[in-house]
């Protein structure tokens, strides 16, 4: 799936940037409300940020496509570790109850609509790679978490001559549990935030 992805990255990237007709770089911050699915982890969404950058290449006046690189902070409160790692080897004493943060290195490649000048729409795939494992579960040496996480994106985006303002869905496809196959963890995940073209 990930080189499957990063070659669709790449030829995308040639071709359309071959056809381009306007090309804008920037740079973005926001929040991010997030929250794994599974029987492990509270039902809730948690706080979190992400920051990067992003390239907007446009086709023609009504399509285009924006890459990015950004990096994007994912936390969730477990609650029932326990029965996961019923199987694993694990310190009686250590605390599973801790908040998860995580850090992935995040990059959506995104179809751009534009509807008018102020509106677009985005949507598109998006492969996240696990900078870190969050060591206050894994004080064991085991990893948890998968090393990357596949989502699809969806959103929107006003466009206020060099300021973005824009708003997103993250839902993710693929269970990101690495200790068993006893719990399906998947991440969905909000995001708002503001954007600056150069």
């Given at each position: 799936?990930?080189?499957?992805?990063?070659?669709?990255?790449?030829?995308?990237?040639?071709?359309?940037?071959?056809?381009?007709?306007?090309?804008?770089?920037?740079?973005?911050?926001?929040?991010n409300?997030?929250?794994?699915?599974g029987?492990s982890?509270?039902?809730?969404?948690?706080?979190?940020?992400?920051?990067?950058?992003?390239?907007?290449?446009?086709?023609?006046?009504?399509?285009?496509?924006?890459?990015?690189?950004?990096?994007?902070?994912?936390?969730?409160?477990?609650?029932?570790?326990?029965?996961?790692?019923?199987?694993?080897?694990v310190?009686p004493?250590?605390?599973?109850?801790?908040?998860?943060?995580?850090?992935?290195?995040?990059?959506p490649?995104?179809?751009?609509?534009?509807?008018?000048g102020?509106?677009?729409?985005?949507?598109?795939?998006?492969?996240?790679?696990?900078?870190?494992?969050?060591?206050?579960?894994?004080?064991?040496?085991?990893?948890?978490?998968?090393?990357?996480?596949?989502?699809?994106?969806?959103?929107?985006?006003?466009n206020?001559?060099?300021?973005?303002?824009?708003?997103r869905?993250?839902?993710?496809?693929?269970?990101?549990?690495?200790?068993?196959?006893?719990?399906?963890?998947?991440?969905?995940q909000?995001?708002?935030?503001?954007?600056?073209?150069?």
């Open positions: 799936m990930k080189k499957f992805f990063f070659l669709l990255l790449a030829v995308t990237g040639v071709s359309i940037a071959s056809m381009a007709q306007g090309l804008r770089i920037g740079v973005k911050a926001g929040a409300m997030t929250k794994f699915t029987q982890f509270n039902d809730g969404f948690d706080l979190s940020y992400h920051a990067g950058a992003f390239l907007e290449i446009d086709v023609n006046k009504v399509w285009g496509i924006q890459p990015e690189l950004l990096w994007s902070q994912t936390s969730g409160k477990p609650t029932n570790f326990q029965n996961v790692y019923a199987t694993s080897i310190s004493t250590l605390d599973i109850t801790q908040p998860i943060k995580l850090n992935y290195l995040s990059i490649l995104l179809l751009r609509v534009n509807l008018t102020m509106f677009t729409l985005l949507a598109g795939p998006q492969y996240s790679i696990l900078m870190n494992q969050d060591n206050t579960l894994l004080r064991n040496g085991e990893d948890a978490f998968k090393s990357g996480d596949f989502a699809m994106v969806a959103g929107a985006q006003v206020l001559k060099f300021l973005r303002i824009y708003g869905y993250n839902i993710g496809l693929q269970n990101v549990n690495d200790i068993n196959s006893q719990d399906k963890w998947k991440s969905q909000l995001q708002v935030g503001l954007g600056f073209r150069f």
